[in-house]
């Protein structure tokens, strides 16, 4: 049986993040933690290595790309930005992305069995000036059902067109192995018992990650066993500028000017406590779509489709829906909501939905309950910054949920959509094979799972949208296929009320043995 039950799970509080563990040093601070990473946006003021991450949709020319792979059962996700008219730059992050996904395989060749191993990589703006660009990469993965994570920070010179790793904000020479000095003699392993002091060395591979913060400070970040051997979170230091002005590049000082005084520029609302359920008369107003109401599916065939991304495609499919009067529900990935609100807004404007497709594509099902919360609201955020409403549907990575999962959604307002007609093992076929598997599986009711990210789906859409309307459907989206009916936060829904579990057919090249998982994207 393919259908999800309901979930339940009973309320508890969730974990809350707190503040960054630091120590105040003369010259020097030090923070370590277990929490993400992403989470240095959202610390206490006095957090000296706060990033103040700068809205994409501000940097001229940037724009969001994904790339997805799933080959011999591991899980790749990646959503990475390019520049227009700056190749170099270009060139660099694709081969950076190249660099690590190489050894990702490398050291996962095949998976049969779950947990799967996954790759994810996403990103964010750390300064935008007339002269530099930095881009920060979070990447996470995933053997043996422990997450690994790593930063790595790019800066691209637009004054000279040159891309950079984060140790050429430094003099040629021996200013690296200086910085090693400054942070050895801090003493780190006595902070931490977990810190090994004697692995930092003036290496760029090892300061692979400079950011400065709103002071004009040199932040520096370490990956899980960089320094350590073990998982460390986040270990940041934020060293005095006074302490490496003298070892500063030209582009390093460049860097640091474009930082100082710098609130993030990204509109980010209120930070709600972890355990707080979010209410449905909060300060942002549900969203929905324009035209909800339109069609009584209570009389109508009708039919919800769907798509996770977006990406380069969304346009096109846009255009696609427009043309046969067909409204759909888009669930977004958070980084692209960022750098792409515009394109929301024009969704929202043609009478679609929005919701969230959480924020880096991580199986939530593998995380501890504070980062699936961090996941989960992180998009909530960017789809707010971009629309003024805040998602009340959650398409989870993969269709995994557990107990976490539901406790969450449930926290923040979310119902669990999956999906009854799910293309994900279709990503490959071509258009006609899409097409024929939709049309002959789609019941009234039915939640249709495509990609948007997808070639196939774009090409596909025309004559499936077409066959469907033939066969008297009409397309609204999820929410108005149980009409007066609300979607309860924390629920999994997988179709509509009309459809009933025998009237599920199981993702094409699949059976039914596989009855807790289903693989979305």
């Not at 035209?291 to 769907?306: L, M």
């Not at 255009?319 to 409204?327: S, Y």
Request: proline share 7%; net charge positive.
């Amino acid at each position: 049986m393919w259908l999800f039950p309901a979930y339940g799970g009973s309320m508890r509080r969730l974990l809350s993040f707190g503040g960054l563990a630091l120590v105040a040093l003369s010259a020097v601070a030090y923070g370590a933690t277990g929490r993400s990473e992403e989470n240095a946006s959202r610390p206490v003021s006095s957090d000296p290595t706060l990033i103040n991450y700068v809205d994409p949709a501000k940097v001229p020319g940037l724009t969001s790309h994904t790339i997805t792979d799933e080959t011999n059962g591991r899980h790749v996700h990646i959503t990475h930005p390019l520049l227009k008219d700056a190749p170099a730059l270009n060139e660099r992050l694709k081969a950076e992305i190249a660099r690590q996904v190489g050894s990702f395989t490398t050291a996962n060749p095949r998976a049969d069995r779950a947990p799967y191993p996954e790759f994810t990589m996403d990103w964010r703006v750390v300064a935008q000036s007339p002269s530099v660009l930095g881009i920060r990469l979070r990447t996470g993965e995933l053997t043996q059902g422990k997450w690994i994570n790593s930063q790595r920070t790019l800066w691209y010179d637009k004054t000279t067109r040159t891309p950079m790793g984060s140790a050429d904000l430094l003099k040629q020479g021996g200013a690296l192995g200086e910085l090693a000095k400054i942070v050895r003699a801090e003493g780190m392993e006595r902070k931490s018992s977990r810190i090994d002091g004697a692995r930092i060395v003036g290496n760029p591979m090892v300061f692979d990650s400079f950011v400065f913060n709103r002071k004009g400070d040199l932040v520096v970040e370490f990956d899980d066993y960089q320094v350590s051997d073990a998982v460390t979170g986040r270990v940041a230091l934020a060293v005095d500028h006074d302490k490496i002005a003298k070892l500063l590049s030209a582009t390093g000082h460049r860097a640091r000017e474009a930082r100082i005084g710098q609130q993030a520029t990204h509109p980010v609302p209120a930070r709600r406590d972890a355990g707080q359920v979010f209410s449905p008369d909060g300060a942002f107003p549900a969203a929905k779509s324009s035209r909800a109401g339109s069609v009584n599916c209570a009389k109508a065939k009708c039919v919800a489709i769907t798509f996770d991304g977006p990406g380069k495609y969304t346009p096109e499919v846009a255009g696609v829906l427009k043309r046969h009067d067909a409204r759909a529900t888009f669930f977004t990935a958070g980084p692209s909501a960022t750098a792409h609100p515009d394109m929301l807004r024009r969704l929202r404007e043609e009478g679609h939905l929005i919701g969230n497709h959480s924020w880096s594509h991580r199986t939530l099902s593998s995380l501890p309950q504070s980062k699936v919360l961090d996941e989960l609201e992180r998009t909530q955020d960017s789809v707010v910054a971009a629309l003024g409403q805040r998602p009340t549907l959650l398409r989870p990575p993969y269709g995994e949920v557990d107990d976490n999962v539901i406790t969450v959604s449930r926290n923040l307002g979310l119902a669990v959509v999956i999906g009854d007609v799910n293309t994900h093992k279709l990503k490959d076929a071509d258009a006609a094979t899409v097409e024929g598997f939709v049309t002959e599986n789609v019941r009234n009711g039915s939640v249709v799972l495509l990609h948007d990210t997808h070639g196939p789906t774009r090409e596909a859409l025309p004559g499936m949208l077409r066959a469907l309307a033939d066969q008297g459907y009409k397309f609204v989206t999820v929410p108005e296929l149980y009409g007066n009916a609300v979607m309860e936060p924390g629920k999994v829904y997988l179709a509509g009320p009309n459809v009933t579990s025998a009237a599920v057919p199981p993702p094409p090249g699949e059976g039914h043995g596989d009855k807790h998982r289903h693989h979305t994207e």
